[in-house]
């Protein structure tokens, strides 16, 4: 159906033949293990988007007959899914590929594998392919449906499979997804990002926005509040260009409040907000809707103009206050966060005040900070950088602290108030369970271990900066 209504979608017999090397591989490892499964060790790195892209790598590993290990020694197939965002990423991935060659050297039939935005990148492929010749299969992000053709090709002929095709710009349904939580799921609604902020390789890696039909959305959530899900977070990463280039007339909003009419009790949740394409609609929408959380992840990277425009965020430090200032008056309790890149080439200490200025201002409730990194074939990586890592390191440190005054404040605002929460699981401390309120606040406390998966009414009782404390008073 979602033909009908979407140019991206992998067409049917693409899809049909995914399903019959499926079968294949089935058939081919029922023989090689007989009695037992084939084992396969899936790790992840990055974000969220990441994740989801596992879980349905997953479900084709799953429906091929692999089971999952944490144990790379007892793997018969190790999959990497890696990120790019900054060279940590890369770092630790290369560390941790090169700790395999001896894993290969026991097992000759050992299947490594590596696949998401780093391999994306035409360099790395090269330098897996000259220096980690053990690895025998590289995909990039546009075609992950295929693992099963790779899985075969490789089982039958023993060959390495490198394929990082970079202009699919497609979008794979009705192939099996398994899911890693019970009564938390993610749901993309779309892939890839058109922005090119100056510093960032995620348009290059993750090629065009395209967007997942309504019908497919509303089906896979259905699906997921009909087995007991309370929490669905939509994944893009740029949710508010949701429908741009699809058949039908919708935005972002609007499928929020499709999702929000959906019978049942669960909550919501999205990210990332592109602060430029963030509607008042949008704003007016979360506030009418019941079940979608007070919270809003707006990324500003930098509180001033000129970084701004550096960076090509198309909005200035005004514009964003001024929907934060209409967000917080719409919307009372509102829970905003944010990601701050510290050291963009050329930014100075005074154009980093303006930074620290904007923070104190919105009051977010966390941040997610980060060093610049430069990306190979990004824009501001041909930009001349003068201030050095250790000096950046001083003015990260900076914003943390701030953060860390605001993030107090905002805790022991929260005391003796009582916020409803769906509880997560086990805490750190015996008998302690973790529950997380609307506005994506952890909250610790003593409870039976029956309330996971479940909304609870939790009272905070006591606040460290980032840890609060709570006890609960009535269990629904
Ligand atoms: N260096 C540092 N941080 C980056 N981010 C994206 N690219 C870079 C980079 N090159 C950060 C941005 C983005 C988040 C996901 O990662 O803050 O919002
Ligand atoms: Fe990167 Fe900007 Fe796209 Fe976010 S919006 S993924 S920061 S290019």
């Known amino acids: 159906m979602s033909m009908i209504n979407n140019d991206a979608i992998i067409s049917f017999d693409e899809i049909k033949k995914q399903k019959e090397y499926i079968s294949l591989v089935r058939e081919i490892l029922a023989d090689k293990f007989y009695d037992k499964a084939p084992k396969a060790f899936v790790h992840t790195y990055g974000c969220q988007g990441n994740l989801s892209d596992s879980e349905r790598m997953k479900g084709l590993l799953f429906e091929m007959g692999y089971r999952f290990t944490d144990n790379n020694e007892e793997a018969d197939l190790i999959l990497f899914n890696t990120c790019a965002i900054r060279e940590h990423a890369e770092d630790r991935v290369f560390g941790n590929v090169g700790r395999l060659k001896a894993l290969k050297e026991k097992n000759k039939d050992l299947i490594i594998g590596l696949c998401g935005c780093m391999v994306q990148q035409e360099h790395i492929k090269d330098k897996i392919k000259k220096s980690y010749s053990f690895v025998n299969l590289l995909f990039g992000t546009h075609v992950s449906y295929k693992l099963p053709e790779y899985i075969y090709s490789i089982l039958t002929r023993g060959q390495k499979v490198f394929d990082i095709e970079s202009n699919l710009n497609k979008i794979a349904e009705d192939l099996p997804i398994y899911r890693d939580g019970s009564f938390k799921a993610w749901i993309p609604i779309m892939y890839g990002c058109d922005n090119f902020c100056s510093y960032c390789i995620v348009p290059y890696v993750r090629g065009r926005e395209r967007s997942r039909s309504s019908e497919d959305i509303l089906k896979e959530a259905k699906q997921l509040i ?37 019978d049942g009790d669960f909550i919501i949740r999205f990210m990332t907000s592109h602060p430029k394409d963030c509607s008042k609609k949008l704003i007016d929408t979360i506030a009418k809707c019941k079940k979608v959380s007070h919270h809003l992840h707006l990324p ?169 404390k709570g006890e609960i008073i009535k269990e629904n």
């Not at 009909?226 to 990463?237: A, V």
């Not at 000096?391 to 701030?402: A, C, N, R």
Request: glycine letters at 8%; hydrophobic letters at 35%; aromatic letters at 10%.
């Open 226 to 262: 009909d087995s007991g899900y309370k929490e669905i977070t939509l994944l893009g990463q740029n949710v508010n260009s949701y429908g741009k280039g699809l058949k039908e007339d919708i935005d972002f909003a609007d499928l929020l409040k499709k999702i929000n009419d959906i």
């Open 300 to 468: 500003v990277q930098s509180g001033n103009n000129r970084v701004l425009k550096e960076m090509n965020r198309k909005y200035t430090r005004e514009e964003y206050l001024e929907l934060v200032e209409y967000a917080k008056n719409k919307i009372p309790d509102i829970s905003l966060t944010s990601d701050i890149i510290v050291g963009f080439p050329g930014e100075t200490y005074e154009e980093f005040c303006d930074t620290l200025s904007l923070v104190e201002k919105v009051g977010y409730t966390s941040l997610f900070t980060f060093i610049y990194s430069a990306r190979e074939g990004t824009k501001a990586a041909k930009m001349p950088d003068n201030i050095t890592h250790k000096e950046k390191t001083v003015w990260f440190k900076e914003l943390t602290d701030l953060q860390e005054k605001i993030a107090a404040k905002r805790s022991l605002d929260m005391k003796g108030k009582i916020f409803r929460c769906l509880c997560e699981g086990k805490g750190k401390n015996d008998n302690e369970l973790i529950a997380r309120t609307d506005g994506n606040i952890t909250i610790e406390f003593v409870g039976d271990e029956e309330n996971i998966g479940k909304f609870c009414n939790i009272k905070v009782t006591d606040t460290l900066t980032w840890i609060v």
